[in-house]
């Protein structure tokens, strides 16, 4: 087996690797199959929570409890450097 160099590969604008001897008619057949899949396999993921009962704001919910949306803050954070804009939060990396 001949091995590609970087050169060699040929990559479609989401990244994937193709085979160079590839068809047009193919690569967007092969790019479809791909999307079914993936719609097929979000739909079994929501209907399972759906079964469980879980809802879009349950999760959303879950995220902001368990900290994903919120900002960590310095170890001496006060809300006097917030204003003043000189907590680390605030500063402007250089």
Same mark, same amino acid.
């Given at each position: 087996?001949?091995?590609? /160099?970087?050169?060699?590969?040929?990559?479609? @604008?989401?990244? %994937?690797?193709?085979?160079?001897?590839?068809?047009? $008619?193919?690569?967007?057949?092969? =790019?479809?199959?791909?999307?079914?899949? *993936?719609?097929?396999? @979000?739909?079994? =993921?929501?209907?399972?929570?759906?079964?469980?009962?879980? /809802?879009?704001?349950?999760?959303? @919910?879950? $995220?902001? *409890? %368990?900290?994903?949306?919120? /900002?960590?803050?310095?170890? %001496?954070? #006060?809300? =006097?450097? $917030?204003?003043?804009? #000189?907590?680390? =939060? %605030?500063?402007?990396?250089?």
């Amino acid at each position: 087996m001949e091995k590609k /160099t970087y050169r060699d590969r040929i990559k479609d @604008s989401y990244g %994937n690797e193709i085979p160079g001897d590839i068809s047009f $008619a193919e690569y967007w057949e092969r =790019q479809h199959l791909i999307e079914k899949y *993936s719609m097929e396999e @979000s739909i079994r =993921q929501k209907e399972e929570r759906a079964q469980r009962g879980i /809802t879009k704001e349950d999760s959303i @919910s879950k $995220a902001i *409890s %368990n900290g994903l949306f919120a /900002t960590p803050k310095c170890d %001496n954070h #006060t809300e =006097q450097k $917030a204003k003043d804009g #000189t907590c680390c =939060q %605030n500063q402007k990396k250089k």
